[in-house]
Structures are given as C-alpha cells and as structure tokens.
C-alpha cells in the first residue's frame, strides 16, 4: 500500500489547480466561499466549463466520453475542486443515473440520454425514496403497470432533491406485487414533462427549497424506457448506491469549511483577543483538524485498496459517518463562534449582491441556514445509522 502521490499525481493536481483557476467562474466561486445560494444555473455553467475541457464525465469511462481517471485522479480532482470553491457535480446525473445507463442500458437509451447528462443540458434527479419506503427502499410502492407499449405509473416519491429543475428522473417502481419485494421492481426513466406528473415543494427547517414531493397519476412511460430487464431493478438500484459512496468522505469540502472556520475565528473575539486563540476553542478547532487528517489517510487506504479491486468495499461506510460528523462538528462550531448573530434565520441576506442590514457581521448571515442545512447529511445516501449496520454485518461479521 502507498499513500503518497506519484510524480504524475502530483503533476496533474497541478493541472487541475490551473484549469479551476482559469475557468470557474469568480461569482459561482464566491458563492460557494461564503456559504451562499447557488442556482440552476451556477451548477450548469460549471458542467459545461468541465464538459468544453473534456472533463464533463470524471468518473466516466473514455468510451462513454469520460475523462478515464483512475480513482486516485478522481480523489485529487474532487478534492481541488473543493479546495478552490467550485459548486458540487450535481450526482443525479453524472454520478448516479449515467453509470446505471453505461452498465445495463440499452446501447439506444446511451445514445439519447449520455450526451445530455455530460453537456449539463439535462437535469435529472432521483426517484427513490417513498413515504415509508426511505432505509427499507425494497418496500417502495409506486407502481408500474404493463399496457402494450407503455407502462401506466401511479403513486409518490418524496424527498425528491432538485426535482423542481429535472427533465428527469429515475425511478424505482414496483411491477410485481407477488413476489419477494427485491424481485419485483423495475428501474424506469421519465421524462418529467409527462402529463400526470406533479411536483410539490417542500420547504425544509433552512427555509430552502432544495426537496420535493413528485406524484404520479396514471403517468404513461413508454416501455422502451425500461432499463435492462423487467424486475431486476433492485440490482440496478444497489449498483447505483455503490457509485453514490464513492468520494463520499467529502475531505476537500471539510477542508475548505475548516478553513472558514478559522477565519472566522480570526476575527471573532473573546476578552479582546481573536477567539482561535482561546485555548478551549482552539482545542476543539485541533480535534476537528485531527480527526480530519485521520480520515483523509483512511481514505487513502480505501482509495489504494480499490485501485486493486476496482469495486468501492463496505469501508465507505467509515468513511460516509466519519466524514458527516467532521463536516456538522465544524458547521456548529462556526456557529458558536459567533454566538447570537447565527440565531437569525434570513434566506434574502443569503442572496449574491444582497446589499442590506446584516444581524452581525456579513460572515454569520449564512451560518444558521446553514447549520440546520447541514443536517441532511447524516440522513440521505443512506443514514448513518444504516451505515453502522453494514459497518456491523459486513467488516465485524456480527
Ligand atoms: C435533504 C435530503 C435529500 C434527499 N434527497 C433524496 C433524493 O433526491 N431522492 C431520494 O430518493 N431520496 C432522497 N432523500 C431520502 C433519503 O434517502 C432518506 O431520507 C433516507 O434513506 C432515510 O429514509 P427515511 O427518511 O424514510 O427514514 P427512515 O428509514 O424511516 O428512518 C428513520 C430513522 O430510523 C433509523 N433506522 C431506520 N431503519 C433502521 C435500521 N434497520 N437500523 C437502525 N436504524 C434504522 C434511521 O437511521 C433514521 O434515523 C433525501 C433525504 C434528505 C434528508
């Protein structure tokens, strides 16, 4: 096993720091830094600047137009991405629904849906998740009934991320009722435009509309958008949860938000000194940075051993709890370095060019948004809990 980057690593993190330099745009960037607001658009010029330097498909195979990395250059590449402030790769895509395409979908579904998803000119999300139907995902209820040439879809998803932009969404659908509940789901691609389709917001305790609801009554899907076979979608569904943990320690973006945090502290003060430098607080800002710097090794470890296997291993469950706590340890300590100003909740003072009144300095007008945001992320990809049972059943043997 090695841990340290080969010369050629090292050369193209170099190649990485200047195309970020020279193409992300500097008011995306400021976003990001600042905990702001990102849009629609702010994710799809940043697709599209990747896609116009071939790096569109980081995780992709070459065939598919992808950039072929090893998962070494995929590490570094999300890593310095985050490092520099560019928005996340919206997965539903890219990261999820393509891999699933490139694998079992027929060589016509690769052809109509692969470009789009590279180019960021189709939006997808993910229909998983049902009232219900969340951790226990093999008891999802939407059905999907066989007519001739087309499937007659009926029910809900919920939780539905970014479903308010999606041309798209994948979904897991029920199309036998008779047998064991993994035997009978189907993986379904549909067109979001389809009359019988509605989208219904939910707003979360950050005030954003980040989810929704997504009902389907009598939606028809033609069956051409089957992919693979009829009843084998569990299979597909889990190969798709297998590409969701990769890069799923999110160490560029704790780094990023670790820096924040000492600037922030910087500033702060307590009896008239910077707050980093109260010994208590920075305790805590060194433990964070400890347990940052161990998980980082383990996932180097985990990087270097699927190098050999090619598969990502039960281990991306450590890394999937290890990196949420260290990412929601660092969200509440910003907010406890300044005190009162993150109790008000103000979504407008969140807004790029936003030129009024802040509570406290501009800084802590993101953070309290912020802190309940970052609640999500012990929950979705599979809830830490969950993961803790794979950690339980698959690595101890319990
Ligand atoms: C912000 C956000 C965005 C999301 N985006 C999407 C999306 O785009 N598409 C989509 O399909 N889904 C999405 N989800 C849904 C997400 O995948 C589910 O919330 C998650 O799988 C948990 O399911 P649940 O909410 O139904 O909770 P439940 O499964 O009901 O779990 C409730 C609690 O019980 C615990 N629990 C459940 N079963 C066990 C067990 N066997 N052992 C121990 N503890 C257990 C859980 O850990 C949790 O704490 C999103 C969720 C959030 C919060």
């Not at 579904?109 to 093999?138: K, M, N, T, V």
């Not at 008779?178 to 509605?198: A, C």
């Not at 693979?228 to 597909?236: I, K, L, P, R, S």
């Amino acid at each position: 096993m090695n841990l340290h980057f080969t010369p050629e690593e090292q050369a193209f993190r170099h190649e990485v720091k200047q195309f970020i330099a020279a193409s992300l745009p500097a008011d995306i960037q400021h976003k990001v830094n600042n905990g702001l607001i990102l849009e629609r658009d702010d994710y799809v010029r940043w697709q599209q600047a990747l896609h116009a330097h071939g790096w569109g498909g980081s995780s992709w195979a070459k065939e598919f137009g992808g950039t072929g990395w090893s998962a070494v250059q995929k590490y570094i590449f999300e890593e310095e991405c985050a490092a520099a402030c560019a928005p996340r790769i919206v997965p539903f895509g890219v990261k999820m629904v393509a891999p699933v395409i490139m694998a079992f979908g027929s060589s016509a579904q690769q052809q109509r849906f692969l470009p789009g998803i590279l180019s960021g000119e189709e939006w997808w999300c993910q229909g998983y998740s049902e009232p219900g139907s969340g951790s226990d995902l093999a008891s999802v209820k939407t059905s999907a009934r066989r007519e001739g040439d087309h499937y007659l879809v009926n029910g809900q998803k919920t939780w539905t991320t970014q479903a308010q932009y999606a041309d798209w969404i994948f979904c897991l659908v029920r199309t036998d009722h008779e047998v064991k509940p993994q035997r009978g789901i189907s993986f379904l691609l549909i067109d979001m435009k389809s009359p019988g389709i509605t989208v219904r917001p939910i707003i979360t305790m950050d005030g954003a509309h980040e989810v929704n609801e997504v009902w389907f009554d009598n939606v028809k899907v033609p069956v051409e958008n089957l992919v693979g076979e009829e009843n084998a979608g569990w299979t597909y569904a889990k190969f798709l949860l297998g590409h969701e943990r990769t890069n799923i320690a999110g160490i560029g973006i704790a780094k990023r938000e670790l820096a924040r945090l000492k600037r922030i502290a910087s500033q702060e003060k307590k009896n008239g000194k910077p707050l980093i430098q109260d010994p208590y607080f920075s305790l805590r800002i060194a433990q964070i940075q400890i347990d940052l710097g161990a998980l980082e090794i383990t996932n180097l470890r985990v990087l270097s051993a699927e190098e050999q296997r090619r598969t990502p291993g039960p281990e991306a469950s450590i890394l999937k709890i290890k990196g949420t706590e260290i990412q929601q340890a660092i969200i509440e300590l910003m907010t406890q370095a300044v005190g009162t100003y993150a109790l008000p909740l103000r979504r407008e003072a969140m807004a790029a060019g936003y030129d009024g009144e802040h509570a406290g300095p501009a800084y802590a007008s993101s953070l309290a948004a912020n802190y309940l945001n970052m609640r999500k992320l012990s929950i979705y990809g599979g809830s830490n809990e969950i993961q803790k049972n794979i950690i339980a059943q698959m690595i101890l043997g319990l």
